[in-house]
């Protein structure tokens, strides 16, 4: 049973326009949010995240909204560019003091069409 | 910046063998995981530990194991290699901060693309 959903298994957008990513969650526990950007044959880069307490986070182009009671959360990049063509996934744990594991979204590949 | 090393980024194993896949990291963080990466499941959790000499099963641990003797490193052990764990073998490491919503995030090494023939 899939507790992390990216229902997109990828979005193209045309460069300077904004970027959305979408993720769902199911379990309830869940109170810490994160999103990973992942380039070919290397790890995954923390981007953002967000904690249950706040419905919102941006930090530069990035921003990250929660919305609780709908179980989702959704990625912002505004304006994107090349550079930002990846894979994205979505990681939620329940605690956000390092010691919980993730667990991850299957991710959306992201194009950025100049 | 935080650095989490892996020792190999290829690895060509054949099925029986025995494998060991090592990972270092330099910030002196607690926690310790191990996720594999494969087409169309996103990252899976094999095994973590938040101390030496601790370890916990994650989602997939069947046919692994793992060994942490030192706080800095933290090794993936396939017992007998077969040809169904051929994948990309992610370590992360993170920091423990004992307060509510100290949002310690997991930092990655850039993988070890493993193969068993």
């Known amino acids: 049973d899939q507790q992390v959903k990216q229902n997109s298994p990828s979005l193209s957008v045309q460069e300077g326009r904004i970027s959305i990513l979408n993720c769902d969650y199911t379990?309830?526990?869940?109170?810490?949010f994160l999103w990973y950007k992942k380039y070919p044959a290397e790890g995954p880069t923390f981007l953002i995240s967000i904690s249950s307490i706040k419905d919102k986070n941006e930090d530069g182009r990035f921003t990250v909204f929660l919305n609780k009671s709908a179980k989702h959360l959704s990625l912002h990049i505004v304006p994107s560019q090349p550079g930002d063509s990846a894979v994205y996934f979505c990681?939620?744990?329940?605690?956000?003091?390092?010691?919980?594991?993730?667990?991850f979204g299957k991710g959306t590949r992201l194009s950025v069409i100049a | 910046d935080v650095k989490v090393t892996q020792s190999s980024r290829y690895l060509v194993k054949r099925t029986g063998e025995k494998v060991f896949l090592e990972c270092v990291q330099d910030m002196d963080h607690e926690n310790m995981f191990w996720y594999r990466q494969d087409p169309g499941l996103g990252l899976r959790l094999i095994y973590f530990?938040?101390?030496?000499?601790?370890?916990e099963k994650g989602d997939i641990p069947e046919g692994y194991s793992v060994s942490r003797e030192k706080k800095e490193r933290f090794s993936l052990i396939l017992e007998s290699a077969s040809t169904n764990q051929t994948s990309m073998y992610l370590c992360?490491?993170?920091?423990?901060?004992?307060?509510?919503?100290?949002?310690?995030?997991?930092?990655f090494g850039d993988g070890t693309r493993l193969s068993i023939l």
């Open positions: 379990n309830s526990m869940f109170d810490y």
């Open positions: 990681a939620a744990s329940a605690g956000s003091k390092g010691n919980t594991p993730l667990v």
């Open positions: 992360a490491s993170s920091f423990t901060l004992n307060f509510p919503h100290s949002n310690q995030p997991q930092h």
């Open positions: 530990s938040y101390d030496v000499k601790m370890k």
